[in-house]
């Protein structure tokens, strides 16, 4: 999925409870949805639509942070250390692009990205309609949990 999919359902959970002892479940979120069919190209196959979905989340993303950070009457700290844990499995996604870039595709993946690929094993071109469809209901829930 998406960092902003895993970080509107972890904004989402927070939002409905509110206390600390959610963080652990937002974090487990980030695996539970990356068990849905989503987005993903092959490495050495991306192309402009893997960087123009990629710059549409990211923008996507901020505006999201804003959002929910937006309202005092919140306990913003536990929303946005959710949605921090949420993402942060993909980071190490940021590590191997990287190195993706510079022609090293084959580099060694570390027992984490293993365990973490065994979720993403739906990633498919097509899953950016899963995608959409995930984040209008989660952007539903969203604004009715975020007293605007």
């Known amino acids: 999925m998406t960092v902003t999919n895993h970080a509107i359902t972890a904004a989402n959970i927070s939002l409905a409870v509110q ?3 959610i963080l652990p479940i937002a974090l487990a979120s980030h695996f539970i949805v990356d068990c849905l069919p989503h987005y993903g190209e092959k490495p050495g196959g991306r192309g402009k639509k893997f960087f123009t979905v990629q710059m549409i989340d ?14 005092p ?43 973490h690929s065994k979720f993403n094993w739906l990633e498919h071109s097509w899953g950016w309609i899963i995608e959409i469809g995930w984040f209008i209901v989660m952007f539903a829930i969203f604004i009715k949990l975020l007293p605007l």
């Open 58 to 71: 990211a923008c996507l993303l901020v505006a999201m942070f804003f959002l929910a950070l937006s309202n």
């Open 73 to 115: 009457d919140n306990n913003n700290l536990i929303i946005w250390l959710a949605m921090v844990l949420a993402i942060l499995p993909d980071a190490i996604w940021v590590y191997r692009f990287v190195h993706e870039q510079h022609g090293d595709i084959n580099k060694p993946v570390s027992s984490f990205s293993r365990l």
């Open 19 to 21: 206390k600390w002892w």
